[in-house]
């Protein structure tokens, strides 16, 4: 099933896509519900908990709807937004829409993986060989996407809501200010994997070899965390399956960039146990359910795309209360606005990464 920007159906066409956005309410027979404290009415307005990508083609997101889970918007250079225009995240103006559509929409979980290649090893290497003003032109614009996407994490880790980030395990992003802010975030850690353990693999002479590609994930979700734990035991080039490990590198390195099936069930297995264990999601009872009179509109502070990029702890602070616990108040009494100004409490942690 192919999702037109992560949402819709195969029977829907560019103009219902259009008119019906990711985050619309819904309500069915089956999911009606009568509320606790006006017995005898019913609440046939239900939130769809969504995972929306950005940077990405839809990977995660074309696994869904599946177990109470729908599709949000994928944003990347290969799909458009409503206006048939690509997402291209290099024009400020797509950024801000990008950031007005999550407002909107307000996925449960985003998964982001921005452009990598200025900050890997390899081309550290190849950097003094080029003109100073270039690689300073490159990282300048590698850097503001990076800012801009971990901008749009610290906002739904604000908001009692969910991330996934993925970068190279070696790649020189994860010592950079703006993600080192969002590692600091309530119950933020990192991972790391090889790429191999979950089906990555290349051509190599005509033979399909894994490709280890060492992996680090970050994200507030712990059901993600425990699933994502395998590395590679083998040794000398050997993948533990015992055949011979592709270099990533050159066309396989493109390639490599496109998760695998078994890689995009395994996140989605992870956002699952998650959710159901902090009690988001219930066998055959999909959803959050907010009470319609009383759910509110979360109240975002104005944060120009500079302003984003620049943004500080002492701005985005971590409420003690979990994100779980943030995101019940924030739909069921509609408290959003208030747990928003009045968080308080400790800054975030370095958890263990």
């Given at each position: 099933?192919?999702?037109?920007?992560?949402?819709?159906?195969?029977?829907?066409?560019?103009?219902?896509?259009?008119?019906?956005?990711?985050?619309?309410?819904?309500?069915?027979?089956?999911?009606?519900?009568?509320?606790?404290?006006?017995?005898?009415?019913?609440?046939?307005?239900?939130?769809?908990?969504?995972?929306?990508?950005?940077?990405?083609?839809?990977?995660?997101?074309?696994?869904?709807?599946?177990?109470?889970?729908?599709?949000?918007?994928?944003?990347?250079?290969?799909?458009?937004?409503?206006?048939?225009?690509?997402?291209?995240?290099?024009?400020?103006?797509?950024?801000?829409?990008a950031r007005e559509r999550l407002r909107r929409d307000k996925p449960l979980v985003l998964v982001g993986?921005?452009?990598?290649?200025?900050?890997?090893?390899?081309?550290?290497?190849?950097?003094?060989?080029?003109?100073?003003?270039?690689?300073?032109?490159?990282?300048?614009?590698?850097?503001?996407?990076?800012?801009?996407?971990?901008?749009?994490?610290?906002?739904?880790?604000?908001?009692?809501?969910?991330?996934?980030?993925?970068?190279?395990?070696?790649?020189?992003?994860?010592?950079?200010?703006?993600?080192?802010?969002?590692?600091?975030?309530?119950?933020?850690?990192?991972?790391?994997?090889?790429?191999?353990?979950?089906?990555?693999?290349?051509?190599?002479?005509?033979?399909?070899?894994?490709?280890?590609?060492?992996?680090?994930?970050?994200?507030?979700?712990?059901?993600?965390?425990?699933?994502?734990?395998?590395?590679?035991?083998?040794?000398?080039?050997?993948?533990?399956?015992?055949?011979?490990?592709?270099?990533?590198?050159?066309?396989?390195?493109?390639?490599?960039?496109?998760?695998?099936?078994?890689?995009?069930?395994?996140?989605?297995?992870?956002?699952?146990?998650?959710?159901?264990?902090?009690?988001?999601?219930?066998?055959?009872?999909?959803?959050?359910?907010?009470?319609?009179?009383?759910?509110?509109?979360?109240?975002?502070?104005?944060?120009?795309?500079?302003?984003?990029?620049?943004?500080?702890?002492?701005?985005?602070?971590?409420?003690?209360?979990?994100?779980?616990?943030?995101?019940?108040?924030?739909?069921?009494?509609?408290?959003?606005?208030?747990?928003?100004?009045?968080?308080?409490?400790?800054?975030?942690?370095?958890?263990?990464?």
């Amino acid at each position: 099933m192919r999702w037109m920007n992560g949402e819709g159906d195969d029977n829907m066409t560019c103009d219902d896509n259009v008119r019906v956005h990711a985050s619309e309410v819904i309500a069915t027979e089956e999911l009606m519900m009568m509320t606790e404290n006006r017995p005898g009415t019913v609440n046939e307005v239900r939130q769809r908990p969504e995972i929306a990508e950005i940077y990405s083609p839809p990977r995660i997101t074309a696994l869904l709807p599946n177990g109470g889970l729908y599709p949000g918007v994928a944003m990347d250079l290969t799909t458009n937004d409503e206006n048939g225009q690509p997402w291209d995240f290099d024009n400020p103006q797509q950024r801000q829409r990008a950031r007005e559509r999550l407002r909107r929409d307000k996925p449960l979980v985003l998964v982001g993986s921005p452009m990598c290649t200025a900050f890997s090893r390899l081309q550290a290497i190849n950097f003094p060989r080029m003109h100073p003003d270039k690689v300073r032109a490159i990282l300048a614009k590698t850097r503001m996407h990076l800012n801009f996407v971990c901008s749009l994490y610290e906002e739904q880790v604000r908001y009692g809501r969910y991330l996934i980030h993925e970068h190279p395990a070696m790649a020189t992003s994860w010592e950079e200010p703006a993600v080192r802010r969002v590692m600091k975030m309530t119950n933020v850690q990192v991972s790391r994997v090889d790429a191999c353990q979950y089906g990555m693999t290349g051509s190599y002479h005509g033979e399909e070899l894994p490709i280890k590609k060492p992996t680090r994930w970050m994200t507030n979700m712990k059901g993600v965390i425990e699933i994502l734990q395998r590395t590679c035991s083998g040794r000398d080039g050997l993948c533990a399956d015992g055949r011979q490990h592709a270099t990533c590198t050159g066309k396989r390195a493109e390639m490599a960039a496109i998760y695998p099936l078994k890689l995009c069930k395994a996140i989605l297995q992870g956002i699952t146990n998650h959710l159901t264990k902090v009690g988001l999601l219930h066998q055959g009872c999909m959803g959050i359910m907010p009470d319609a009179e009383d759910e509110a509109e979360t109240s975002y502070p104005e944060v120009s795309d500079r302003e984003s990029e620049e943004i500080t702890m002492a701005r985005i602070q971590s409420a003690e209360t979990s994100p779980e616990e943030m995101l019940r108040a924030a739909l069921v009494l509609g408290c959003a606005r208030d747990f928003a100004e009045n968080c308080g409490g400790e800054p975030g942690r370095v958890l263990p990464v």
